[in-house]
Antibody, heavy 125, light 111 residues
Framework: QVQLVQSGAEVKKPGASVKVSCKASGYTFTSYAITWVRQAPGQGLEWMGWISGYSGNTNYAQKVQDRVTMTTDTSTSTAYMEVRSLRSDDTAVYYCAKTTEANYGSVWHHWFDTWGQGTLVTVSS | QSALTQPASVSGSPGQSITISCTGISSNVEIYNVVSWYQQHPGKAPKLIIY???KRPSEVSNRFSGSKSGNTASLTISGLQAEDEADYYC???????????FGGGTRLTVL
């Protein structure tokens, strides 16, 4: 079955970096994108960015684009997201999601049909 | 860009129907069905329940349906069950600079 398994919880100090992994199985990794979404405690979902499983092209949310890098390793069907210069408001559960896309000319539709279990990143001094 | 606007909470009794609105779909994309909906139970990962505005994954109950009018999308749940109590999020394409934006979420309480 299609599955995304994420790395374990992390505790980091402000200013540090964290790299979360997301290992895919049960589907052809290069045929789908991966989207990263985070959820701060008691808050809603926040789209962070997208990476193509085929080309490695990325698109980041403006709010985090200067501090986030998303990569993939197609040999292991694993996606990674690194967040640098961590701040307390980066404390959140981070999810990866298998992304299916539909194109309507210049407009795209992405939907997230399988999610990882989430990785809690806590930023605290 | 601003998040899509959803009511903070809705409630209904078992067997009833409820509708959750999602307002603020970009004027550039409102003619397309580029909305998806997700259900999230406490402490769990979100689950896809509607995509392309009206389509359901095969494993999702047909009690869930989606629709859209202008810049507002809606999720309707009919025949409410206790297990439907959860948070619900809409998501829509926001443009080529940042692909997607989520709504703020709606807490559904089954009375």
């Amino acid at each position: 079955q299609v599955q995304l398994v994420q790395s374990g919880a992390e505790v980091k100090k402000p200013g540090a970096s964290v790299k979360v992994s997301c290992k895919a199985s049960g589907y052809t990794f290069t045929s789908y994108a991966i989207t990263w979404v985070r959820q701060a405690p008691g808050q809603g979902l926040e789209w962070m960015g997208w990476i193509s499983g085929y080309s490695g092209n990325t698109n980041y949310a403006q709010k985090v684009q200067d501090r986030v890098t998303m990569t993939t390793d197609t040999s292991t069907s694993t996606a990674y997201m690194e967040v640098r210069s961590l701040r307390s408001d980066d404390t959140a559960v981070y999810y990866c999601a298998k992304t299916t896309e539909a194109n309507y000319g210049s407009v795209w539709h992405h939907w997230f049909d399988t999610w990882g279990q989430g990785t809690l990143v806590t930023v605290s001094s | 860009q601003s998040a899509l606007t959803q009511p903070a909470s809705v409630s209904g009794s078992p067997g009833q129907s409820i509708t959750i609105s999602c307002t603020g779909i970009s004027s550039n994309v409102e003619i397309y069905n580029v909305v998806s909906w997700y259900q999230q139970h406490p402490g769990k990962a979100p689950k896809l329940i509607i995509y392309e505005g009206t389509k359901r994954p095969s494993e999702v109950s047909n009690r869930f349906s989606g629709s859209k009018s202008g810049n507002t999308a809606s999720l309707t749940i009919s025949g409410l069950q206790a297990e439907d109590e959860a948070d619900y999020y809409c998501c829509s394409y926001a443009g080529s600079t940042s692909f997607e934006v989520f709504g703020g979420g709606t807490r559904l309480t089954v009375l």
